[in-house]
């Protein structure tokens, strides 16, 4: 097809495959008029929001109308996923002019060809000459322009102040310390933290980081190279590398921007830092170094901002499960407890607790370590070791603010679990958090620290076992028949006997939506367990977990697993992933 792309060339294309009517493409023709002209034809029909009105009003953005037509000019469909773009080689491949020249970009780079994404596909004319300079087959594959532009910008700005910040030092070598320094001292220089290159990739980094999704930035010393690393629904995707010398720089910038001690490297550092996504939207991260063998390590935990306008539904919470959850927090006096492992989304439901009780007839304080959301309905205090505020502490002094409802960070001591049974005990209600592997465990956990099993009775209203699994994309997920003895496995002992075996449930395919993962995005399942009167009479010294758990399921309580289960019948998740998350011994 030799036919130059144009805007109006595309709207006949989809009134001849039928995905718009003649309605449609009438008025298209009218709303041209109003859209940007400097912007490239797809963007410019995509803007219109068309939809396909044979697929129930299926949205033809910039994705469907590229794969659309590279279809049509016979060029493979490509979806830029930064994530697996190797930024130095492909800016080795061409200048930054001479890919704003031609509208292309190389996306993937290997010993005998590259890939180069184009947004013209009848303009290959550059296609020959840039082959004889770099000695390879060139491959064209069709993208979205607006992607082709963006990365364009971002992956050239990047290599610019990588190469900027080593020649601002050119004596750099390493800044290799701890142990690595007794087999190798090089005693090289770091480049400067507040270099304008140092800054605009630190910008990068974060902008980058929020636009994918991270929940977690890493940044990991090797004796040569830095690792950047983001952690992406639960899992970890490598990112870019970085000189050493520019990587310990990167690490100083951002811990200025946390307000940490930058002469300190040889203890672990904690601070925070508040900036702005791309959307406008204020994000909050938490950060925290580690001196390594290589140097020190960076972590920033992304505190999601929408987590505090999020709903349970949102969160994954069953109907009923929900109910009887908003039932123990709406209590005035008591214990209310959420345990799970690091990472369970225990901070999601109890902010999204917190928001939903913090009314103007109460007063909410909080005691954390650190505050990981700030919020200006809560009064929020922080731990700190060094002038011994610590929970226990935090919780005594709360209690002469005259609060309503206080939420202690996490109990991890006897001291502090007795101070949460004194604030129930005194006419409060404590929502706090526990390490165990499910809701009965947190019972004798209590007691193994030091609390009487008649305290606990006297608090204790109830316990939410957490964990987040991953689910499915519901674009590539395809319909598979139950494997029975892994449905087994993962209902075991289900003596509400409410969940049957689904006909058939879904499994993972992979797709550009889903970074070829089959999973996008992630879901809580739950374990609450409401102490009764009949659960107190199995609490006391010798408390058995077994009959816990086993009370606690004849009078409606869910297992992890079962819970993962509705969601798998639900077509939300896989069996696979349910086990994957969940406790062994929960059955």
């Not at 290599?159 to 007794?182: C, F, I, R």
């Not at 970085?242 to 040889?266: C, F, H, N, W, Y």
């Not at 606690?552 to 998740?573: C, D, E, I």
Request: charge should be negative; hydrophobic fraction near 40%; glycine fraction near 6%.
């Amino acid at each position: 097809m030799t036919i130059p792309l144009s805007t109006f060339h595309i709207l006949k294309l989809l009134l001849k495959a039928d995905w718009i009517s003649n309605e449609q493409f009438e008025a298209a023709k009218i709303h041209l008029r109003q859209v940007d002209p400097k912007l490239h034809p797809i963007e410019q029909v995509a803007d219109l929001s068309l939809t396909r009105h044979n697929q129930h009003q299926k949205i033809i953005d910039e994705e469907v109308l590229t794969r659309f037509l590279a279809g049509l000019y016979k060029l493979p469909y490509y979806r830029i996923d930064p994530l697996k773009v190797h930024v130095d080689d492909i800016t080795d491949v061409m200048s930054y002019a001479y890919a704003q020249r031609h509208n292309i970009l190389a996306v993937e780079v290997n010993d005998d060809s590259v890939k180069v994404a184009v947004m013209n596909p009848d303009e290959l004319s550059w296609k020959e000459s840039l082959g004889q300079v770099v000695s390879r087959d060139i491959i064209p594959v069709f993208a979205n322009p607006a992607s082709i532009k963006r990365y364009q910008r971002e992956f050239y700005q990047l290599s610019a102040s990588v190469a900027g910040a080593k020649n601002t030092n050119p004596k750099s070598d390493t800044s290799v310390t701890n142990l690595e320094q007794l087999i190798e001292l090089k005693g090289g220089e770091e480049a400067d933290a507040n270099d304008k290159h140092i800054v605009q990739i630190v910008d990068w980094l974060l902008q980058y980081a929020f636009k994918e999704r991270a929940s977690d930035i890493h940044i990991e010393p090797r004796r040569d190279i830095g690792k950047i690393r983001f952690r992406i629904d639960g899992v970890l995707h490598s990112v870019y590398e970085l000189p050493i010398a520019i990587t310990q720089a990167v690490i100083s910038r951002l811990k200025i921007l946390g307000r940490m001690d930058l002469a300190e490297r040889r203890k672990p550092l904690d601070g925070r830092v508040k900036t702005r996504a791309p959307d406008g939207q204020e994000i909050e991260l938490r950060l925290s170094t580690l001196p390594t063998a290589f140097g020190e390590k960076f972590v920033g935990r992304i505190f999601d901002p929408t987590v505090l306008k999020r709903d349970f539904t949102e969160l994954g919470l069953e109907p009923e499960t929900e109910r009887v959850w908003r039932d123990l927090i709406g209590q005035s006096t008591g214990i209310v407890l959420l345990t799970g492992p690091t990472g369970s989304g225990k901070t999601t439901t109890l902010y999204t607790s917190l928001k939903l009780l913090a009314t103007p007839e109460v007063n909410i304080c909080t005691i954390e370590d650190p505050i990981e959301m700030v919020d200006p309905a809560l009064n929020q205090m922080q731990v700190h070791h060094d002038i011994d505020l610590d929970f226990a502490a935090g919780v005594k002094a709360l209690l002469r603010q005259d609060p309503d409802i206080i939420m202690i960070g996490e109990i991890r001591d006897q001291e502090t679990a007795q101070m949460a049974v004194q604030a129930a005990l005194t006419g409060h209600l404590v929502i706090s958090t526990l390490h165990t592997n499910d809701a009965p465990s947190a019972m004798t956990r209590l007691i193994e620290v030091g609390v009487e099993p008649y305290l606990l009775n006297a608090t204790m209203l109830g316990v939410m076992a957490q964990r987040l699994v991953r689910t499915l994309c519901s674009f590539c997920k395809r319909k598979t028949e139950v494997d029975t003895e892994a449905w087994q496995i993962l209902v075991g002992d289900n003596l509400n006997g409410e969940l049957e075996m689904p006909q058939h449930i879904y499994e993972p395919v992979g797709c550009d939506d889903c970074r070829h993962t089959g999973y996008q995005g992630r879901q809580g399942i739950y374990e609450l367990m409401r102490v009764t009167d009949e659960l107190k009479t199995l609490v006391h010294d010798d408390a058995s977990i077994k009959s816990m758990r086993k009370q606690a399921q004849v009078q409606g309580m869910n297992l992890l697993r079962v819970s993962g289960a509705y969601k798998v019948a639900q077509g939300l998740t896989t069996i696979e992933e349910v086990l994957r998350v969940s406790p062994r011994d929960n059955n």
